[in-house]
């Protein structure tokens, strides 16, 4: 039927706070957004969560968020372009560092939580993301929501983007993800996570919390390793997918560096 990438967030750990199963959900995924030490994670788990992934053949990614541990990145700080174009460019620096040391190459940035939320409808932060990603190696793929501006960002700079969707997260109307605070914001429901995924994939469509109709084109999938039964939930979203015709694959590097 088609091709599709099939990503998660993982690296999340710190020190000795254990958070997602990385090893598990790293059999099941394509492509991996490794935390890098601002939002989750630390040296010690990036390095092991890098070692992992290469192990499992699957790519790696930067995931950058906002300096906030104790918000897990998921609360809005006030920080102006510039400020965001710097933790960016730190952050894939420091994973780009620890990838190379076990010869593993960077495929893309996926900004996390509050930033990459902010930076979907705010122009002027999702120009410094971009700027920070084309900054250190124009041939990264960009990712973002579909119709966002940080994926217009992203094509302004020259960069190649991928629109992403959630198959484990609702959708609001304007095509915002809903707040982790709605009730049903996070699907658990294995089936029902199968059939929204396959819907976005062959269809170009998702249904929001209203029930009207969204339609976009997907490039990559994200399923949140950090949500409790995550393993699993990738598991038999990845054999459903392939059941149903689907290839997952990660997406294609240009190498364009500079």
Same mark, same amino acid.
């Given at each position: @039927?088609? =091709?599709?990438?099939?990503?998660?967030? !993982?690296?999340?750990?710190?020190?000795?706070?254990?958070?997602?199963?990385?090893?598990?959900? $790293?059999?099941?995924?394509?492509?991996?957004?490794?935390?890098?030490?601002?939002?989750?994670?630390?040296?010690?788990? $990036?390095?092991? /969560?890098?070692?992992?992934? =290469?192990?499992?053949?699957?790519?790696?990614?930067?995931?950058?968020?906002?300096?906030?541990?104790?918000?897990?990145?998921?609360?809005?700080?006030?920080?102006?372009?510039?400020?965001?174009?710097?933790?960016?460019? %730190?952050?894939?620096?420091?994973?780009?560092?620890?990838?190379?040391?076990?010869?593993?190459?960077?495929?893309? !940035? =996926?900004?996390?939580?509050?930033? %990459?939320? $902010?930076?979907?409808?705010?122009?002027?932060?999702?120009?410094?993301?971009?700027?920070?990603?084309?900054?250190?190696?124009?041939?990264?793929?960009? %990712?973002?929501?579909?119709?966002?501006?940080?994926?217009?960002?992203?094509?302004?700079?020259?960069?190649?983007?991928?629109?992403?969707?959630?198959?484990?997260?609702? %959708? @609001?109307?304007?095509?915002?993800?809903?707040?982790?605070?709605?009730?049903?914001?996070?699907?658990?429901?294995?089936?029902?996570?199968?059939?929204?995924?396959?819907? @976005?994939?062959?269809?170009?469509?998702? !249904?929001?919390?209203?029930?009207?109709?969204?339609?976009?084109?997907?490039? /990559?999938?994200?399923?949140?390793?950090?949500?409790?039964?995550?393993?699993?939930? /990738?598991?038999?979203?990845?054999?459903?997918?392939?059941?149903?015709?689907?290839?997952?694959?990660?997406?294609? $590097?240009?190498? /364009?560096?500079?």
């Amino acid at each position: @039927m088609s =091709k599709i990438d099939l990503n998660s967030d !993982v690296g999340e750990s710190f020190g000795a706070y254990r958070i997602g199963a990385d090893a598990d959900v $790293m059999r099941s995924i394509s492509s991996a957004n490794v935390a890098c030490g601002f939002h989750a994670g630390d040296p010690g788990v $990036m390095r092991e /969560t890098v070692r992992l992934a =290469k192990e499992a053949g699957v790519a790696v990614g930067a995931h950058p968020g906002f300096p906030d541990l104790v918000g897990f990145g998921r609360r809005e700080l006030r920080a102006s372009a510039r400020e965001v174009e710097d933790l960016v460019l %730190y952050q894939i620096g420091a994973l780009a560092a620890i990838a190379a040391s076990q010869d593993v190459p960077l495929l893309h !940035v =996926k900004a996390h939580g509050a930033l %990459y939320n $902010m930076a979907a409808r705010d122009r002027s932060l999702a120009d410094a993301i971009a700027r920070a990603v084309a900054a250190f190696d124009r041939g990264l793929i960009l %990712y973002g929501l579909p119709n966002s501006e940080l994926l217009r960002a992203g094509e302004a700079a020259g960069l190649r983007v991928a629109s992403e969707g959630f198959a484990d997260r609702a %959708y @609001m109307a304007d095509g915002s993800l809903a707040s982790r605070s709605v009730n049903g914001s996070v699907i658990h429901d294995a089936n029902e996570v199968l059939e929204r995924s396959l819907r @976005m994939v062959a269809d170009g469509e998702v !249904v929001a919390v209203d029930g009207s109709r969204l339609t976009f084109r997907v490039d /990559t999938l994200c399923v949140h390793g950090d949500t409790p039964g995550a393993a699993e939930l /990738t598991r038999r979203l990845r054999q459903g997918l392939e059941h149903r015709g689907v290839t997952v694959a990660p997406l294609q $590097m240009r190498s /364009t560096r500079g």
